[in-house]
């Protein structure tokens, strides 16, 4: 028995000891982030255990390293004197929650893209110098979140909406700039905050209202107004070295909820005002509770009818417009009828939100569409001028001026016609150069001016490294134009669809910066901007490239006037649902994108109608050959001779292969190609 038993146990053994390696093997992905990190931080010899290839962090114990499974959930390395950057990878490890780098000499920008599982993350006291990621914003479990003394620059985007679980926030000691982000007013579980030592500017009345927060740092910065009293009472509270106004503080408009501390965060202002709403739940009880019926029937009927606004109060609040105007102490409360609903626009959530002033009697409401509203309404007029809706920093220029500038937009100054208008050159004899877009005025309808003004509004509030941002505009006689910078390489379309391309050729390596740069600008507005801004009208003639070749994507936050334009937008970059311009959503931009990357590979256009019938659209033609490597090859731009790496045009066209799938929600999110393309750099 037991010469037959001994290849038995010998098995047993072997088994048990293959059972341990694999239940201790990490998942590959998370070991790939891991060397990545390690390498971009210069292989550090004090991470004990760390690899820039292979290795096993979870099984080997890793220094630093935590797992759960096989799975890393926490990374500690604070303090250990590493220098280099975080790498591109860190998105990749889905199941971590911890991160501590603080304490170190790392530098350069922080990863674009961060674990969207993140509880914890600490990357203070480096020398970080980018700005803050927009993945944050997906962190919807984050509590505690440190980028303090580093070098992070520019403006916070809009980026809290969803991180109602954030206790801390520290950004102090960097030279952050701009405005405090509405968002910040969503920060309900947030309890610390240290803005200090920064070139933040306006008001801090974002902050106002936050029931639980008891330590606040603003010291040193560049704020202005004056400070809410809701924050005098909690027990830490630094504001020197700002800019407050020493005169009398207003009074908050009537209906402003404020914060009583003592109250568990009830909203309430005093004794009075309660009073005078118990007074007023009497006066107005069964015209509320007749009214409360109505819109209950009709949202149940029509809930797909529901605005935008009321979609966001029902969800606790999330939208913080600024107003247009400040409301006066005298108001009263007024009911409408659906009547006087007629002509009011919902607000589509893949386009910009529009709230169109009147010139009489403006009210400031949250509309239902098709049920009865409440409206706020001023005892005075509010006259609706084009320029009390803009940033100070958009220019506003005369129609005279660029008459001057452009040759009176002679032929010879004309540089594009779109679907929305014609596009000018303009210089100045300073040599100031801008391009100048000229909306036609047949796409604007009756309220004009007011449509343009919150176009214009909206459009100046977009600002990505990989965007031509808007330097002004110009409303007179009837016309109406947007100005932006004047790009001297001209367009991607251009590039490769109107000069020899053998005489100036992009290589591939710019091929794909170009990608990378157009997705993070689609990116941005997909997964940034709040609500998600559609673009509409993704193309290569919409990508604009500076003296360098990085690109500007154009064109955006107009997706309102292509809703009224019976011309294609593009032949050859509509996604397959858009036969039906009310189906175009987020995806449909990802296909067109997927069609700009086709370009880039081609070098053919979307479509071109002299090729064989078989090879006139571009996409049907290249998708049965992207999984092929030779007949791939054969498809490339002939314009590189061949100065590519084969697997990197394969990985390429694996991106293109999803982003220009038939089926919508089988195509990626932004972020997604974003982080692909990144790794092709």
Known sequence: MAPNLQPL???????????????????????????????????????????????DPCGDSWDGITCKGSSVTEIKVSGRGLSGSLGYQLANLKSLTYLDVSKNNLNGNLPYQLPENLVYLDTSENDFNSNVPYSVSLMNDLTYLNFGRNNLNGELSDMFQKLSKLETIDLSSNQLTGKLPQSFANLTGLKTLHLQENQFKGSINAL????????????????????????????????????????????????????????????????????????????????????????????????????????????????????????QPSQMLHFDS??????????????????????????????????????????????????????????????????????????NRLIGQGTLGRVYKAKYEDGRKYAVKEIDSSLLGKGNQEEFSHIVSNISSIHHQNIAELVGYCSEQGRNMLVYDYFTSGSLNRFLHQTDGFSRPLTWNTRIRIALGTAQAIEYLHEVCSPPLVHKNIKSSNILLDSELTPHLSDYGLANFHHRTSRNLGVGYNAPECADPKAYTLKSDVYSFGVVMLELLTGRMPYDSDRPKAEQSLVLWVKPKLKDMDTLEEMVDPALCGLYAPESISAFADIVSICVMSEPGLRPPMSNVVESLKRLV
């Open 9 to 55: 146990l010998l098995f047993i053994a072997c088994f048990g000891v293959f059972t341990s390696i694999v239940l201790a093997k990490t998942e590959s992905q998370d070991v790939s982030a891991l060397n990545d990190a390690y390498k971009s931080m210069n292989s550090p010899s004090k991470l004990n255990g760390w690899s820039s290839s292979g290795g």
């Open 208 to 327: 106002r209202d936050l029931p639980q927060i008891d330590d606040v740092n603003v010291a040193n910065n560049q704020f202005t107004g004056w400070i809410p009293n809701e924050l005098k009472s909690i027990s830490n509270l630094e504001t020197g070295g700002n800019r407050w106004s020493s005169s009398r503080a207003p009074s908050p408009p009537p209906g402003t909820r404020r914060v009583d501390r003592n109250s568990g965060g009830v909203g309430v202002n005093n004794k009075a005002l309660t009073t005078g709403l118990i007074v007023a739940v009497s006066t107005i009880g069964g015209l509320l509770f007749t009214a409360g019926v109505i819109a209950l029937f009709a949202r149940r009927k029509n809930s797909h009818h529901s605005s935008h606004f009321f979609d966001e109060e029902k969800g606790g609040g999330t939208n913080r417009s600024k107003p247009l105007f400040t409301p």
């Open 338 to 411: 659906t009547d006087d609903l007629k002509g009011q626009k919902t607000v589509d959530s893949n386009t910009l939100t529009e709230t169109k002033p009147s010139s009489v009697n403006r009210t400031s409401s949250v509309s239902f569409k098709n049920t009865p509203i409440f409206h706020l309404i001023p005892s005075y007029q509010v006259v609706a001028t084009p320029d009390r809706f803009f940033k100070p920093e958009v220019k506003v220029f005369t129609l005279t001026e660029l008459q001057n500038s452009a040759s009176c937009f002679s032929p």
